[in-house]
């Protein structure tokens, strides 16, 4: 399991820095500032969590089943959350109207909530330090 959290999360980072760049350098010619901004908002979630994945892969005193648990969370919320931040940012620049997934983002926010807060909880449970 902590090659897959590991592999996982080098994807994701290596996603955020492509997406990051292009956004910068391709997107800044066609999108508004405030499209701009919502964009980076998604790849700095998506990177942030690409290295809670990182950290996780490393940790040794969680169960299999717990990381299990946050690798699905932590996935599928960036998923849902970065996901339809980069479809919603670039509505413009599609025939297809995204607007209608919006729905979707704020569910990837609260697994990726979860995911912080399971691992809190299962820090505070332990009875040895980490």
Not at 108 to 124: F, R, S
Request: charged letters at 10%.
């Amino acid at each position: 399991m902590d090659k897959k959290i590991l592999t996982t999360g080098t994807i994701l980072g290596m996603i955020a820095i492509i997406f990051g760049a292009f956004g910068a350098h391709a997107l800044k010619k066609v999108l508004s500032i405030e499209q701009l901004n919502t964009f980076e908002t998604g790849v700095r979630y998506q990177m942030y969590h690409a290295l809670f994945l990182l950290f996780l892969g490393l940790l040794k005193d969680l169960s299999q089943k717990t990381k299990k648990t946050l690798y699905n969370l932590v996935l599928f919320g960036v998923i849902l959350f970065s996901g339809s931040i980069y479809l919603l940012a670039t509505n413009t620049l599609t025939s297809f109207d995204f607007s209608i997934i919006g729905f979707i983002t704020p569910i990837g926010g609260l697994l990726l909530i979860l995911a912080w807060g399971v691992l809190l909880i299962n820090i505070l449970n332990k009875k040895s330090q980490i």
